[in-house]
């Protein structure tokens, strides 16, 4: 097995074909979350960085079973995280996408109520004292008085009523967006990361142990993986 081969488009995929040919062991990469992903892949760093910082093992590294099966570890693990993590950030933009057509779909709502109250306003303003016009022309101002008096209090009632209306989704839509009082005070939380019922596998289950006399009083581990390169393109 060569640390070439790994060179392909989904490097997990070759990387998990290895450990399962060469040393028998099969990394179900299916199994794991996000969370566990990262805490899995910073503790088979925090072992390559062991092996890299024992004067007894660094130059013969390259020939350790158990140091190659790290790197391939490494390389499936990061891969998949990789992975996980455009999944994580393609699911969050969708429910941003999903949430601002909600808020556009209320917004609406009173953008239509704000269209009927221009229309009724214009209604009353110009339309009814041209119609009652012709009342008194066509049929007698007594007539025409009896239906200005009617309409005009029918259409100011409207709008009022209108004006109530949108008042109320307006508020409604204020709690959606976060603006309001009540419910919205816990939309910016963001949601605690779930674990999926998969544990965090511990350093035994990795079966690697630590090289011989390697310098423990090292620097710690990083918590969180922040180069997503393998460390078998580090040792071409």
Do not use: C
Not at 53 to 59: D, I, R
Not at 72 to 96: G, P
Not at 147 to 174: D, I, V
Not at 186 to 199: L, N, V, Y
């Amino acid at each position: 097995m060569k640390l070439n081969d790994l060179r392909e488009s989904k490097v997990k995929k070759t990387a998990t074909r290895a450990l399962k040919e060469n040393f028998n062991y099969d990394l179900k990469l299916d199994r794991l979350n996000f969370g566990t992903t990262r805490q899995m892949l910073s503790q088979v760093r925090g072992l390559l960085k062991e092996y890299r910082q024992s004067s007894n093992t660094f130059h013969s590294s390259h020939r350790s079973p158990g140091y190659l099966k790290l790197v391939m570890m490494e390389q499936a693990l990061s891969d998949h995280y990789r992975d996980l993590y455009v999944e994580r950030q393609v699911v969050l933009e969708n429910e941003e996408v999903e949430k601002s057509q909600v808020i556009l779909a209320a917004q609406d709502m009173v953008d239509t109520v704000q269209k009927m109250i221009e229309q009724v306003s214009k209604m009353n303003a110009e339309e009814l004292p041209a119609v009652v016009t012709g009342v008194e022309n066509e049929i007698g101002a007594n007539e025409g008085e009896q239906f200005m008096s009617s309409s005009s209090a029918a259409l100011t009632e409207l709008l009022a009523n209108l004006a109530k209306a949108k008042g109320a989704l307006s508020q409604a839509l204020s709690i959606v967006t976060g603006q309001g009082g009540g419910a919205s005070a816990d939309m910016g939380a963001e949601a605690p990361e779930t674990d999926m019922g998969i544990e965090s596998p511990p350093e035994a289950d990795l079966g690697i142990e630590s090289p011989p006399e390697a310098d423990l009083g090292a620097e710690e581990p990083e918590e969180e993986p922040e180069e997503m390169g393998g460390a078998g393109r580090e040792l071409r």
